[in-house]
């Protein structure tokens, strides 16, 4: 299985400031045919189901806003919120769609400083 | 509207089964496939597998075979996942969510809780 590891696993941003949330997979899971990773990004709050951020690794969803950026290639993702809202404080995963099985990173709480 | 509606929340004793329910709507249900993925109280996101709505064939991760069965009604546009067995660590909360191969959650259900207690 790939094993998605995320750092850090809590962080702590002020309002107006970056966050950056690491994402490292165990294997690359850059699909060479299309030269796409197979990376998603998905942000959850309290009591609701995840809400897909960023696929391919660094596409982002409709509606997403776009200071939310994904980067990265191979086994080394980020995930940036370049001006941190107060509506984003949540626990943001990304997970792996390379290869079943489909694995999560552990999550990475993001609060408010 | 594309949306997918979870069954409600169960509460379960040990050794009992329960059946959780994820309806499509919005959408052709066949056209995509359905992953399951359990978050337990407090914890991460486990992805559980997933069926091929088209053929109905289930793949299951590892820990999730044996008591786990996804199945489908298409003429309803509905996932099933049913739990035999249960015991008090399959208490969590279920969702169901469409993979596009695109994406493999950009539709999710709003989840269901599964509680096992004596």
């Known amino acids: 299985d790939i094993v998605m590891t995320q750092s850090p696993d809590s962080l702590a941003v002020s309002l107006g400031e970056r966050a950056t949330i690491n994402c490292k997979s165990s294997?690359?899971?850059?699909?060479?045919?299309?030269?796409?990773?197979?990376l998603a990004w998905y942000q959850q709050k309290p009591g609701q189901p995840p809400k897909l951020l960023i696929y391919?690794?660094?596409t982002r969803e409709s509606g997403v806003p776009d200071r939310f950026t994904g980067s990265g290639s191979g086994t080394d993702f980020t995930l940036s919120i370049s001006s941190l809202q107060a509506e984003d404080v949540a626990v943001y995963y990304c997970?792996?769609?390379?290869?079943?099985?489909?694995?999560f990173g552990q999550g990475t709480n993001l609060e408010i400083k | 509207q594309v949306q997918l509606v979870q069954s409600g929340s169960e509460l379960k004793k040990p050794g009992a089964s329960v059946k959780v329910s994820c309806k499509a709507s919005?959408?052709?249900?066949?056209?995509?496939?359905m992953n399951w993925v359990r978050q337990a109280p407090g914890q991460g996101l486990e992805w559980m597998g997933w069926?091929?709505?088209?053929?109905?064939?289930?793949t299951y991760a590892q820990g999730f075979t044996g008591r786990f069965v996804f199945s489908l009604d298409t003429s309803v546009s509905t996932a099933y996942l049913q739990i035999s067995s249960l015991k008090a660590d399959d208490t969590a909360v279920y969702y169901c969510?469409?993979?596009?191969?695109?994406?493999?959650?950009?539709?999710w259900g709003q989840g269901s809780l599964v509680t096992v207690s004596s």
């Open positions: 997970q792996q769609y390379y290869t079943t099985p489909y694995t």
């Open positions: 919005g959408y052709t249900f066949t056209r995509y496939a």
């Open positions: 391919w690794a660094s």
């Open positions: 294997q690359s899971v850059l699909y060479s045919s299309n030269n796409k990773n197979y």
């Open positions: 969510a469409r993979d596009t191969v695109i994406t493999p959650g950009d539709l």
């Open positions: 069926i091929n709505t088209h053929t109905g064939n289930p």
